[in-house]
């Protein structure tokens, strides 16, 4: 099942580069999501967009970026990221009136 | 906003063994609880979810119970097999965000055979 597809599946930066996630999604959603997972941590949501407008950014910073071009495409920009940063990027999506929410693989990000 | 709490944060049980796992929720406003299911090196996977309005939902091994006075609700899975060795988290999602689903820090399940 490839609802929720995200590339790279990993990825190894500097502190000082800037590269991408991308997120694409076959579903018909509506709303879609990045959440960060840490080792021994919950998930954590860091950006919705529903409808292509973001509605929810829990004060993640602002070295993350976020666009959402369109319902089945979401990036999450990466500049000047910190060690701290190394972390599983999933992507999901859902139908912003339903509640069932459909991960992708993830990315894995290495921040040296 | 939400917080969710699971227990324990590691579980270990014989085959064919009976594992549960508790979650406990802030918001007594949320009506939709979520369990997802992460084998190693996978995405998170829907199992089961159970909303406010029930009590209890069972599909197999797998059953669900809510308590809402309590603002709990646990997982159980009965006849475990080593399949099912993988990380668990329970997710709450409130009434009135429709997109912010909080999950809990997850339970890594092992089944030894």
């Known amino acids: 099942e490839t609802g929720v597809t995200q590339t790279p599946r990993h990825l190894v930066m500097g502190m000082t580069n800037k590269k991408s996630l991308k997120c694409e999604q076959h579903?018909?959603?509506?709303?879609m999501y990045w959440y960060k997972q840490s080792a021994k941590k919950p998930l954590e949501l860091m950006f919705v967009?529903?409808?292509?407008?973001?509605?929810e950014n829990n004060s993640v910073p602002s070295r993350f970026s976020p666009e959402c071009p369109n319902s089945s495409h979401l990036f999450l920009h990466l500049h000047t990221l910190q060690p701290e940063d190394s972390a599983l990027y999933l992507c999901?999506?859902?139908?912003?009136?339903?509640?069932?929410?459909?991960f992708g693989e993830g990315s894995w990000l290495t921040v040296v | 906003g939400e917080n969710v709490e699971q227990h324990p944060s590691t579980l270990s049980v014989q085959e064919g063994d009976s594992a549960v796992i508790k979650c406990t929720y802030s918001d007594s406003a949320s009506n939709y609880f979520p369990w997802y299911k992460q084998e190693l090196g996978k995405r998170p996977q829907l199992i089961i979810d159970i909303r406010s309005n029930v009590g209890e939902k069972k599909d197999q091994r797998i059953a669900v119970t809510l308590n809402k006075t309590a603002k709990h609700f646990s997982l159980h899975i009965t006849e475990t097999q080593p399949e099912d060795s993988a990380v668990y988290f329970c997710a709450a999602r409130g009434l009135y965000n429709n997109n912010d689903m909080r999950f809990g820090a997850g339970t890594r399940l092992t089944v030894k055979p």
């Open positions: 579903l018909g959603h509506n709303a």
């Open positions: 999901a999506s859902s139908q912003e009136s339903g509640n069932t929410i459909y």
């Open positions: 967009y529903s409808l292509e407008e973001r509605v």
